[in-house]
Structure formats: C-alpha cells, structure tokens
C-alpha cells in the first residue's frame, strides 16, 4: 500500500507539474517595419558637365585677345587668354562648399605670363590661386562663374623663356573638391 501511495503521490504531482507547464505562457510578438526616407540629391556641374559622374574634364573653350600679330585663338606674348568654370549645384539638395586650386607651375620659368582669377559672384579677385566658396540651400541663385585669365605680357628679357612655349600647350590644372556646407 505504501508503495501505491508513493506512485499515486508521484503521479500526481507529475499531472499537476504538466498542468503548471501548459498554463504558462510566453507572451511574444514579432513585427517587421520598414521605413521610407528620401536621400538628398547631388550633382555637381562644371560647364555643364557631371563632375560627380567623371573624376577629370578638359576645357578648350578658350578666348584669346590681344594681339594683331598672332594667329587667331593662340596664346602669344602680347595677347590675353580667357575663360570661364561654371559651377552648377542647382540639382543638389544640400549647401555646397567649394574649393577650386590653380596648379600653375608651367608658370614658374615665366613670371611674364599672369594668371587672374575673379569669382564674379563677389567679383572679387583671387591673389593665392585657391577660390573657396559656399552655395547656400537659401541662395536664389545655384550657379557660380569664375573668370579666368592668363595674361602673356610682352617682356624682351623673358624672349629665352618664352621659346621654351613655341608648339606646346600651356596646361592649367584645376583641382576642384566640393563637400556638403553644414555651416562649420
């Protein structure tokens, strides 16, 4: 009899532990959301090219006056070469810093020939041969020129000098770096 006891005893408890087990619940939900958020655009234009699409761009577009004695659309001593960068940041939608460099050291043999540089937004000229900038998200106005010049000033004492530039380009590189203006 004790034994039957014991084993109704253990049977029990085992109905009672599962009864215990099966009114526990573990309260779990599982959701998934997914949120929308629109990127801001940016697309930067030099003379109407994508510079975010393409890492270097050529400017041929050059005006030269001066001279009546040098073949039209070459650059001589006595004549003046120009043109223009323009900035488009009309397809952004953040503020624009911008920072352009002139590399003018095809220049460094010729201290006759100058180089003038004059942001026309401010029409202020650059004396360092770096223009900074910002294009504020407020600005009516997206776009930016930037005149620029290279002055060949006819000197007798820089004739030798000036050989050295008979049949060849005289390059300037421009290194451009523009990054969103957070105001800092």
Same mark, same amino acid.
């Given at each position: 009899?004790?034994?039957?006891?014991? &084993?109704? !005893?253990? &049977?029990? *408890?085992?109905? #009672? %532990? &599962?009864?215990?087990?099966?009114? $526990?619940?573990?309260?779990?939900?599982?959701?998934?959301?997914?949120?929308?958020? +629109?990127?801001?655009?940016?697309?930067?234009?030099?003379?109407?090219?994508?510079? =975010?699409?393409?890492? %270097?761009? !050529?400017?041929?577009?050059?005006?030269?006056?001066?001279?009546?004695?040098?073949?039209?659309? $070459?650059?001589?001593?006595? @004549?003046?070469?120009?043109?223009?960068?323009?900035?488009?940041? !009309?397809?952004?939608? =953040? !503020?624009?810093?911008?920072?352009?460099?002139?590399?003018?050291?095809?220049?460094?043999?010729?201290?006759? *020939?100058? &180089?003038?540089?004059?942001?026309?937004? =401010?029409?202020?000229?650059? @004396?360092?041969? #770096?223009? +900074?900038?910002?294009?504020?998200?407020?600005?009516?106005?997206?776009?930016?020129?930037?005149?620029?010049?290279? *002055?060949?000033?006819?000197?007798?004492?820089?004739?030798?000098?000036?050989?050295?530039?008979?049949?060849?380009?005289?390059?300037?590189?421009?290194?451009?770096?523009?990054?969103? $203006? +957070?105001?800092?």
């Amino acid at each position: 009899m004790k034994k039957k006891l014991i &084993l109704i !005893s253990i &049977l029990l *408890i085992a109905i #009672v %532990s &599962l009864n215990i087990v099966k009114t $526990y619940g573990l309260f779990e939900t599982n959701a998934r959301a997914e949120t929308v958020m +629109t990127v801001g655009k940016w697309s930067i234009s030099l003379n109407d090219t994508n510079i =975010t699409l393409q890492q %270097s761009i !050529s400017f041929n577009d050059f005006v030269v006056t001066g001279s009546t004695h040098t073949e039209e659309g $070459y650059l001589a001593p006595g @004549s003046t070469g120009e043109f223009e960068v323009d900035i488009d940041v !009309s397809n952004c939608d =953040t !503020s624009v810093e911008y920072n352009l460099s002139f590399d003018t050291t095809k220049f460094d043999n010729h201290p006759n *020939i100058e &180089l003038r540089i004059v942001d026309e937004a =401010t029409n202020q000229e650059v @004396s360092d041969e #770096v223009l +900074t900038g910002v294009i504020r998200l407020s600005d009516q106005d997206k776009t930016r020129k930037i005149k620029i010049q290279i *002055i060949w000033n006819d000197i007798e004492e820089y004739n030798e000098n000036d050989n050295e530039l008979i049949g060849g380009s005289l390059d300037i590189v421009i290194n451009s770096n523009f990054k969103q $203006y +957070t105001g800092e």
